[in-house]
Each structure stands twice: as C-alpha cells, then as structure tokens.
Nanobody, 124 residues
Framework: QVQLVESGGGLVQAGGSLRLSCAAS????????MGWFRQAPGKEREFVAA????????SYADSVKGRFTISRDNAENTVVLQMNSLKPEDTAVYYC?????????????????WGQGTQVTVSS
C-alpha cells in the first residue's frame, strides 16, 4: 500500500501562486508515475500533470501548460505542483495520485493510489 498526503492548498487571488506538495509513504517506489488531478464541484475528475520516475518526462493538461510545473524528489518521496498565474477556473480539489506504470498517462483508472485532496480556491 502507498499512502499519499497533499498539502499547500488555500485561497489566493487571480494571478497569484500556490505550491502543492504530496508526501508518499508505505510501499513507495521511485518507479511509480506520479500525477496531479483536480475536481471542481459538479465536474468529473480531470488530469492536471504527471511525471515519470526519472523526473525527465512530464505531461500537462493544455489548460495549465506554461503556468504549472510538476517536480519530484525521489529521495524525499515528495511530488510538488507549482501553480503560477492562477485563474478562477483553477478552483477545485486537487489530488495527488500514484500509478505502478512506467509511462505517462492522463487516465484516472491507471492510478491505483490517491490522496485525500486539498482545496484550491482562486478568487477573481
């Protein structure tokens, strides 16, 4: 089992920044693909960003490209999502997820482990 705990959410004005962190514990492996997803009220959970184990390959949703950056520290078992130039439409609960695969994927079912989520609210 892998446990994931997110932190760093909060309320910010449009144009501001937030840094989300995900701490992994349990049967962690630096070979896992790590991802961030978000879910706004009344909407389906959607992909935000993912990073492969070797931290070189990353993938982003078109809506966040150029504004968000995903990174990971395998020694510390953490994954970070740096969010800049935030918009009101970025408001959602953000989830960290881990997948026992060695490829980038945007598919929710591919991720076996999920955190409890952290709320991000961007005011206009």
């Amino acid at each position: 089992q892998v446990q994931l705990v997110e932190s760093g959410g909060g309320l910010v004005q449009a144009g501001g920044s937030l840094r989300l962190s995900c701490a992994a514990s349990g049967r962690t492996s630096d070979s896992y693909t790590m991802g961030w997803f978000r879910q706004a009220p009344g909407k389906e959970r959607e992909f935000v960003a993912a990073i492969l184990s070797r931290r070189i390959w990353t993938s982003y949703a078109d809506s966040v490209k150029g504004r968000f950056t995903i990174s990971r520290d395998n020694a510390e078992n953490t994954v970070v999502l740096q969010m800049n130039s935030l918009k009101p439409e970025d408001t959602a609960v953000y989830y960290c997820a881990a997948a026992q695969i060695t490829r980038l994927t945007m598919e929710v079912p591919a991720y076996e482990y999920w955190g409890q989520g952290t709320q991000v609210t961007v005011s206009s």
